[in-house]
Nanobody, 113 residues
Framework: QVQLVESGGGLVQPGGSLRLSCAAS????????MKWYRQAPGKERELVAT????????NYANSVKGRFTISRDNFKNTVYLQMNSLKPEDTAVYYC??????WGQGTQVTVSS
């Protein structure tokens, strides 16, 4: 069955960096568009970044554009989210997603001094 396992979250100071990973299995990863979402306390889940199957096209939420980079390794069946210049408002649980409706368990990112 489809499995998505996120890792790499943690506590980081404002201005710092983290790299999230999402290891995928149970489907043809190299054919799938992958997405990262996040959900902050008391807020709705929001789309952060998208990458197409071959990695040629990426899209970002305005709030993270220029700071976050989504990438993928189709040999390792893994999608990444490099997060730089982190702000307190980036604090959230970050989820990996693949259609039609599969989610990972999430990884907590906390940006605080």
């Amino acid at each position: 069955q489809v499995q998505l396992v996120e890792s790499g979250g943690g506590l980081v100071q404002p201005g710092g960096s983290l790299r999230l990973s999402c290891a995928a299995s149970g489907f043809t990863f190299s054919s799938a568009t992958m997405k990262w979402y996040r959900q902050a306390p008391g807020k709705e889940r929001e789309l952060v970044a998208t990458i197409t199957s071959a990695g040629r096209i990426t899209n970002y939420a305005n709030s993270v554009k220029g700071r976050f980079t989504i990438s993928r390794d189709n040999f390792k069946n893994t999608v990444y989210l490099q997060m730089n210049s982190l702000k307190p408002e980036d604090t959230a649980v970050y989820y990996c997603f693949v259609g039609p409706g599969y989610w990972g368990q999430g990884t907590q990112v906390t940006v605080s001094s």
